[in-house]
């Protein structure tokens, strides 16, 4: 599955009529920068503001959740896009939040296609390539936004599954918070992880120039994890942002069998009545 478009790629296509260039920048809680701020400072030439930490659903008490279709379709439109339009998200963020971006665009059936920019805009300013400043503002497009069923995981699924273990389930958080050593950034937040689950922190997919790894090494990193690559799988994390690289990547390996837990760590950690462990898996 093709997933990943280069920077070269990308600079080539600038300008075309029917591509859509998103910036999906998100940080962590407490983080001390402004995503918006930053891409009104400097974006792919072209690229308009996703501005994905907004867009969730505003009925629902846990961060980040899927927004209902209405609410898509009204944002994906103000953003410019069309049912023909070619997305490629990108992101300038430590959480490579792009993969929740190209999987939301997906998730809806947006476009013809959504890719993730490989490499993000960090790769993009190392090559020395264009940007510019202020915020776009797109016409309006027409794309419809609906959800596809049967992709994403409720807590319900995941309760069920800590029982049965029908499915893998797969944490992208970093390591101290996996095994509650670390405390999470949100306050009251229990601390541990899913009963059963395993850890790859998503930082471990990427190269050193912000691309994400391939082939055998990417493989090499799920089965060291103690998951296997072909099964099924639900990816997790804090709030739904980072289990979405564990999909990309588990897809990019041929896997069509990976659902996401859109409440991630957020959800479950926030419940009392969930069961929780602790230490390494």
């Given at each position: ?43 792919i030439p072209g690229a308009v ?176 994890a103690g998951i296997d690559p ?52």
């Open positions: 599955m093709t997933i990943f478009l280069s920077t070269a790629d990308l600079a080539a296509q600038l300008g075309q009529p029917d591509l859509v260039i998103l910036d999906a920048s998100l940080f962590l809680p407490g983080t001390p920068r402004d995503p918006r701020a930053e891409y009104e400072a400097a974006h503001f996703l501005d994905l930490p907004t867009l969730n659903d505003p009925a629902d008490p846990t961060p980040g959740m899927l927004p209902p279709d209405n609410l898509m379709t009204q944002r994906v439109q103000a953003l410019g896009i069309h049912p023909d339009s070619r997305i490629v998200v990108y992101d300038n963020s430590p959480t490579h939040s792009a993969a929740r971006g190209w999987w939301m665009m997906r998730l809806y059936g947006l476009g013809q296609s959504a890719m993730i920019l490989d490499g993000g805009l960090p790769k993009w300013l190392a090559e020395g390539r264009p940007t510019q400043s202020g915020a776009a503002t797109p016409a309006p497009g027409t794309a419809i936004a609906r959800r596809a069923a049967g992709q994403v995981r409720t807590k319900a699924d995941l309760i069920a599954n800590v029982a049965s273990g029908a499915e893998q389930v797969l944490d992208a958080r970093g390591a101290g918070r996996f095994t509650g050593q670390e405390a999470e950034p949100r306050p009251g937040m229990a601390s541990g992880h899913i009963p059963g689950s395993r850890n790859l922190p998503s930082s471990a997919l990427f190269n050193p120039d912000n691309s994400m790894k391939a082939g055998d090494e990417l493989r090499a990193l799920f089965e060291g072909a099964a099924p799988v639900i990816t997790t994390c804090g709030s739904g942002v980072t289990a979405a690289i564990l999909l990309a990547g588990l897809e990019t390996l041929g896997n069509d069998a990976v659902t996401l837990y859109d409440g991630s760590w957020s959800e479950w950690g926030f419940d009392p009545a969930t069961p929780k462990a602790a230490g390494a898996a």
